[in-house]
Structures are given as C-alpha cells and as structure tokens.
C-alpha cells in the first residue's frame, strides 16, 4: 500500500503522507524497504520541510535500510555524501564506495552515478561503460544518455542506428521511471525527418505523438509540438 501510495496508483497521484504511514507502519515489522523509502520522502522533501532533525532521521532509516541489505539505501546513501546532505560532508570518495557497492550488487542506478562523476571528469569511455551496463538492464535514463553517446559520436565515431535502438529502448520504460528525453530525441532526430540510412520513415504523426507524451514535462516538447502542428496546418 505504501508504493500504491507513492506512485499514485491509488488516487492517480502521490499521496506522500500516507504513503510515509504505511511504510512506517512496515518498519515496525523490520521490513528493509519500509525503512529506505521514509529516508528516501524525508530526502526529497516529499514529507516534512527538509529540516535537519528529519534529515537526521532520514540517516538513521537509511543506515538501518543497509544493515538489513538494501540495495537502494547503499546507493542513496552514495548520493548523500557526493552532495553533502545533512548530516553528512562532502566527500566524493565516500560517495563512490558506496555506489561501487551497489553496482557489485548490479544495482542500475549505482552505474548511472559513478557514470555521472566520470562524465563529470571528462572520462567519457569510462562513463560510456558504466551507463551502458545500466543502459543493457532496461533503466531508462541511461539508455536515453547511451543514444545521446552514439548519436553524438562522444566515444568513437557516431551511429545512429545504434541511437535510435537505444532511444526506444528508453522511451518504452514505464511512466514512472521514463526519461522523457528520449521521445523527445526520437521526434526530433528520427520520425520528423526520417532516417532512410538506418530504414526510418519520415512519420510527422508519430513525432507529435512522441512529443505530446512528454510535453508536460519538457518545454522543449511542448516547443517542438507546437512548431510541428503549425507545419500540419
């Protein structure tokens, strides 16, 4: 009930309060999971004010969360200290071996985070590896950067057929977890001019399909959308 609640499978949208009861609810039963995800809505901000004393709290849910094994917790715990959330300092060191112990466990976003600070160092090759591995089990926001790799040739020389075949894979996640980005770069770069090189077919309905999808999280869809449909007119 706690995840139906979160995700706002219930009502049709979040009810984070509730949601924190119900895991609450489940901590008192040792449940790992219960203990991460009241961490991870004091984290965000999704319950309470972000103030220490629940930020503290937080600390001692996730702590709790990784004693008992959990996955996310070790990688959340990863991102507490590469930002510096209280009560924790900065220390990016830190950060990696917490996320290097979450990849072991082939936990995807870990690749993601330790692609992010390679990126972040300019070792694309590197972070290239580590997105793709996340990008290969699914995960949505790495396959979107992985397409972005090919298409842009950042390691080796560009493909783009290989970019479209991982735009889709990332544009076909669930709601919850999709990159939005990837619809938007499949309109964009792929079905509102077509590709004949790599067998895609100009498709001005599928481009504004891809786009009305994700206009209400992107400006930029919303942008393309409109120019589009003036071309329609």
Known sequence: MGTDEYYGYIKGYPRYDISFDYFRRASYKNHPGSFYMMAKLYINGFVGSKSNDELKEAFKYLNTAIEYGNVAAINTMGLLYLNGTYPVKKDINTAIEFFEKASSKDYPYAYNNLGKICEDEKDYKKAFDYYLVSADSGESWAANKIGDFYRKGV???KDLKKAFEYYTVSSESPKFILCPWSKYNLAKYFYECGNLEIGVK????????????????????????????????
Request: charged share 35%.
């Open 155 to 157: 390691v080796g020389k």
């Open 202 to 233: 100009q498709d001005i309905n599928m481009a504004v399909e891809l786009l009305e999808d994700v206009s209400d999280e992107l400006v930029e869809a919303k942008e393309e959308l409109i120019r589009l449909k003036n071309m329609q007119m």
